[in-house]
């Protein structure tokens, strides 16, 4: 089965500082689709970026970018110049090519402090 | 519309009482999707629509929970006899056909029973 596990509960920055959040992920198969999710208090998920597993190139989006590492099973996300909305839970979740049940972490809370 | 919305917004719910939460995805969407949400848990796939019918239902936790969307736009998720474990975040989720794109949520529906 396929499984998404988030090791860090909670992490904590000062303003315009790096920040990475780690995922690993276990599955059998080659094809399949990571995400990284955003849910700030408002409760509305907002998918901040996407990785095909077949790309070997790092997604970037703005600020935010990923290290795919697909030996290792690992998805961590990098936010540069952290900003004070970047405040919410963050949400890694895989999803298999063909299917369409996504399969979630259980969330880093990161906090950035002015 | 614009979004995916969701209503109420908050609902308390005595025990042993029924609900009703609706979920208007974005028009034209054809996938919709239900999702549990645990405190500070990650989201837990309940069940799926293509168009008006329902595909898969298989994360539903017991038969007091049921489902419909039946002109394939609005859905509805009912709870009858509610319990103290279905306190939650009720997330809906649409997307214009089975994607691996990531798919937009609402804002969802905190249901607390007391």
């Known amino acids: 089965a396929q499984t998404v596990t988030q090791s860090q509960p909670e992490m904590s920055v000062q303003e315009a500082e790096t920040v990475t959040l780690s995922c690993t992920y276990d599955?059998?198969?080659?094809?399949?689709?990571l995400f990284w999710y955003k849910q700030p208090p408002s409760r509305q998920m907002i998918l901040v970026i996407r990785q095909e597993a077949y790309k070997q190139q790092n997604a970037t989006e703005n600020r935010f970018s990923v290290n795919f590492q697909k030996a290792a099973k690992s998805f961590s996300l990098k936010i540069s110049d952290s900003q004070l909305g970047d405040t919410a839970m963050y949400f890694c979740?895989?999803?298999?090519?063909?299917?369409?049940?996504?399969?979630w972490g259980a969330g880093t809370k990161l906090i950035i402090k002015p | 519309g614009a979004g995916v919305s969701q209503s109420p917004r908050y609902k308390v719910a005595k025990r042993g009482q029924d609900v009703a939460l609706r979920c208007d995805p974005i028009s034209g969407h054809v996938s919709l999707f239900w999702y549990q949400q645990a405190l500070g848990q990650g989201p837990e796939f309940l069940t799926y629509f293509q168009n008006e019918a329902q595909l898969d239902k298989s994360g539903l936790p017991s038969d007091r929970f049921f489902a419909e969307r039946p002109e394939g736009s609005v859905s509805t998720l009912k709870i009858q006899r509610t319990q103290q474990e279905d306190s939650a975040v009720y997330l809906c989720?649409?997307?214009?056909?089975?994607?691996?794109?990531?798919?937009?949520f609402g804002s969802g529906t905190r249901l607390t029973v007391v």
């Open positions: 599955t059998s198969e080659n094809n399949y689709y």
């Open positions: 989720a649409s997307s214009p056909a089975v994607n691996t794109y990531g798919y937009t």
């Open positions: 979740a895989y999803i298999m090519d063909s299917n369409y049940q996504l399969i």
